[in-house]
């Protein structure tokens, strides 16, 4: 089990950019691949974007495919969300989270962080 704390969310206009950070204090962070997740009000928690382990394979959703770009520093044990581009949809609470897989189903139970909000305005 690894706990994660997540950071960097705000309140951006729309076009503009953020960079959400997922942190933890254990080494076993360098065992597991990130997942990034979000949670708009009243919405299910969707996939975002995932990192390996070692941080070569990377996996987006479609609706971020091309604006957000995720990369973890293993020496620092923190992983990064940097969102370009943002949009209105883009509204929700970001979740970190670890697992051996990567994808929409990945998440050991207890692993989830607390959550940064990110709010875009139009």
């Known amino acids: 089990q690894v706990q994660l704390t997540e950071s960097g969310g705000g309140l951006v206009q729309a076009g503009g950019s953020l960079r959400l950070s997922c942190a933890s204090s254990?080494?076993?962070?360098?065992?597991?691949?990130i997942g990034w997740f979000r949670q708009a009000p009243g919405k299910e928690r969707d996939f975002v974007a995932a990192v390996s382990w070692t941080g070569v394979n990377k996996y987006y959703a479609d609706s971020v495919n091309g604006r957000f770009t995720i990369s973890r520093n293993n020496v620092k044990m923190t992983v990064y969300l940097q969102m370009n581009r943002l949009k209105p949809d883009d509204t929700g609470v970001y979740y970190c989270t670890a697992d051996q897989k990567m994808g929409a189903t990945m998440g050991i139970e207890g692993s989830w962080g607390p959550g940064t909000q990110v709010t875009v305005s139009s």
């Open positions: 254990e080494t076993t962070f360098r065992d597991y691949s």
